[in-house]
């Protein structure tokens, strides 16, 4: 069974700073797709960034990248010049593509970024 | 135009009572979900939908039942709610095959209470 997990129930970063937080999953399948999504105190999740694991290249999106490590099954989330609209629950989630059925996204249990001024 | 809708987005009930949250997808997608988020804030999928055949059906009570009368629409009937119920429950739809990275979005969440 996939696993997905983030160690870090917390984390805190200052403004305008940059912080990483953390994902490993666990999978024997070599196709997948990894995501970041971001819930902030409205509850709404909302994608932050997807990665292809075919994709040797890293996803990059405005403030927001990963570095992604296929061998190691880590996908971390890097955060550069944090706002302080980027405080939310951030949860790392797994899903292998679906042939003819749809397939499930399986999520680690969240990571609640702080930024402070 | 919000892509995934779902109503109400809040409601207290008591225990015993039958409920029920709507789910309504504009982005032309074939597949939807209900995920469930307990008050750790886990999320763990209950049930998906494609084309209107039910295709993943995890292990929840019977008391959950849910309909999608068209691939654009499903709901979620809940009997007998029970203190345990209490959670965000959110719909979520998706393009298998066609949508980058096979990409689920979210609707804004409806959050359950059982009083």
């Known amino acids: 069974a996939q696993t997905v997990t983030q160690s870090q129930p917390e984390m805190s970063v200052q403004e305008a700073e940059t912080v990483t937080l953390s994902c490993t999953y666990d999978t024997s399948e070599s196709d997948y797709y990894l995501f970041w999504y971001k819930q902030p105190p409205s509850r709404q999740m909302i994608l932050v960034i997807r990665q292809e694991a075919y994709k040797q290249q890293n996803a990059t999106e405005n403030r927001f990248s990963v570095n992604f490590q296929k061998a190691a099954k880590s996908f971390s989330l890097k955060i550069s010049d944090s706002q302080l609209g980027d405080a939310a629950m951030y949860f790392c989630a797994y899903r292998i593509p679906a042939t003819g059925t749809a397939s499930k996204l399986t999520f680690g249990t969240g990571t609640r970024l702080q930024v402070t001024l | 135009d919000t892509a995934v809708s779902q109503t109400p987005k809040y409601l207290v009930t008591q225990m015993g009572n039958d409920k029920s949250i709507k789910c309504e997808q504009n982005?032309?997608?074939?597949?939807m979900y209900w995920y469930k988020q307990d008050s750790k804030k886990f999320l763990k999928i209950m049930f998906s939908y494609n084309n209107k055949e039910l295709i993943i059906n995890e292990t929840v009570p019977n008391r959950f039942s849910p309909k999608s009368p068209d691939k654009a629409h499903l709901n979620l009937h809940i009997n007998s709610l029970e203190l345990g119920d209490s959670a965000v429950y959110f719909c979520a739809s998706s393009q298998e095959g066609l949508e980058p990275g096979n990409t689920i979005y979210f609707g804004e969440g409806s959050w359950l209470t059982v009083v």
């Open positions: 982005l032309g997608h074939d597949t």
